[in-house]
């Protein structure tokens, strides 16, 4: 029985590094297709993170990505 719950335990501690991993991963790879499904989805407030990350990675479009920040902000 312990020998189970250990199993269990380690599992789901696997689990949280590996998603940890996948939401790094994630971050290296926002595009502006994945920001906007947010925004679809009403996930606003990841929207304007995945917006942000975004401007800084492409400074260029930063005051782009800014107005739609703020319109997702007057939602």
Do not use: C, R, V
Not at 38 to 51: G, P, R
């Amino acid at each position: 029985m312990k020998s189970e719950k250990k199993s269990k335990q380690t599992t789901a501690i696997n689990l949280d590094a590996l998603a940890d991993k996948s939401i790094k991963l994630l971050d290296d790879h926002i595009t502006e297709t994945y920001a906007g499904l947010l925004a679809k989805q009403n996930k606003i407030d990841k929207a304007i993170e995945a917006y942000h990350k975004l401007s800084l990675k492409f400074p260029e479009k930063s005051s782009y990505f800014a107005k739609i920040i703020n319109d997702l902000k007057n939602k």
